[in-house]
């Protein structure tokens, strides 16, 4: 079983976004976008800092498509940075998808 780390979701966050972004700060904001859904994890890159992590479900409500908009929402007030962090947490869940495609357990994207 192949498993993700914090490395390969930036690795395919990257690539996921290909022919979308334009300059240094575009693919900065999908990697922090290829990380955020992650932040339900106690363990995790940014779970680390989380303080509700140990309380929340991983792969709940920060990975699905609901809360990929959510996750977003906050980098609006950042000019142009929303859409990559959205590409970014979308290509979260293709990289989940793909682990658990290859492993023992299915995971579905979901709505909300």
């Given at each position: 079983?192949?498993?993700?780390?914090?490395?390969?979701?930036?690795i395919?966050?990257?690539?996921?976004?290909?022919?979308?972004?334009?300059?240094?700060?575009?693919?900065?904001?999908?990697?922090?976008?290829?990380?955020?859904?992650?932040?339900?994890?106690?363990?995790?890159?940014?779970?680390?800092?989380?303080?509700?992590?140990?309380?929340?479900?991983?792969?709940?409500?920060?990975?699905?498509?609901?809360?990929?908009i959510?996750?977003?929402?906050?980098?609006?007030y950042?000019?142009?940075?929303?859409?990559?962090?959205?590409?970014?947490?979308?290509?979260?869940?293709?990289?989940?998808?793909?682990?658990?495609?290859?492993?023992?357990?299915?995971?579905?994207?979901?709505?909300?």
């Open positions: 079983m192949i498993i993700f780390n914090w490395a390969i979701h930036v395919i966050g990257i690539l996921f976004s290909m022919g979308f972004t334009t300059g240094q700060m575009d693919i900065f904001f999908v990697v922090i976008g290829s990380l955020l859904p992650d932040i339900d994890h106690h363990r995790s890159l940014l779970g680390r800092f989380n303080l509700l992590s140990p309380f929340m479900t991983h792969r709940g409500f920060s990975h699905t498509l609901l809360g990929c959510c996750l977003s929402l906050p980098f609006l950042i000019k142009g940075a929303a859409p990559y962090v959205f590409l970014g947490a979308i290509s979260h869940l293709f990289a989940d998808r793909l682990q658990s495609a290859t492993g023992n357990r299915m995971f579905k994207i979901k709505i909300w």
